[in-house]
């Protein structure tokens, strides 16, 4: 999901990074005020994770692929204002080195995944699992189940702007000018296979390294 | 053995097999994700190419568009060699940038 350069006018891509912007700068803050010096390591880890997650593309039926994000799992382990930051790193490298994802999209793209998709990770994990052990089976479902949703939710927002343009963004003629699919084309495309195979795959992989961490460092998820 | 150099072994496998995200979907006969078609896909899907995209759309002009080497041989032997290569690079910038910025912000505490 990420959105390449040309798929997103103007107004939308706008507004995505003014909607970007307040939530690096107060998570840069948050970093600030609570971070020690010995966690540094655990941060370059989590981009480095996000980072390298996101080249296993998956395929689907319908010729398409995608692929998990981290931002649950990385959000879990860090805190979910340094996670925005290190899915962040993540997706401008892959904007700026690699062509990943379009440059005027790296607003939206970071929104979807690194902002929305860690805040509604950690959000259904800290709520599924309240009251729970850190060794517990809840802490698992909870890694998994957050993990599903925050993707779909990074999908489900990645095809609501992405839908729109065709509506918003439009010649004189009416002909779009940028993304020419509908939502009814959109939303239906990214849900159903978000829904189906890469929320699972996200949430398999949370859960598995949730598992990890609760056998040998508990201390990590602590 | 820490856990931090635990983590990294770790990240280390995840990039020696990161060329899976390459094999898997060639294998399945896949195209790229949804949504993220180059123009002339655009164009074999809709029949043409909308106004605002020609204009925006990137010419492939990123250093390692494509987690690919400009003029680098076909094959999948040959891109999945370059693909582990730009995983241990985005790797590596990734963790280098963020251990920076954790680093310039702790800095920043009043009084330290």
Known sequence: MHIPDGYLGPLTYGVMYAATVPFWAIASWKMNRTLKAKQAPYLAIGAAFSFVIMMFNIPIFGGTTGHATGATLISILIGPWAATIAVSVALIIQALLFGDGGITAIGANCFNMAIAGVFVGYGVYRLVSMGSTVGSRRRLVAGGVAAYVSLNISALLTAIQLGIQPLIERSSSGEPLYAPFPLSVAIPAMAIEHLFLFGFVEAVITALVIRYFQKNEPEMLG | MTIIKKLWIGIGILALLSPLGLIIPALLGAGGAWGEWEIDMIEKIVGFVPEGMKRLADSGKAPLQGYAV?????????????????????????????FLLAKLLVRRKKGH
Do not use: R, T
């Not at chain 2, 582990?84 to 940038?97: M, T």
């Open chain 2, 70 to 98: 400009p003029g680098q041989s076909k094959g999948l032997v040959n891109e999945s060699f370059v693909y582990i290569l730009s995983a241990i690079i985005g790797i590596a910038l990734a963790a280098a940038i963020m």
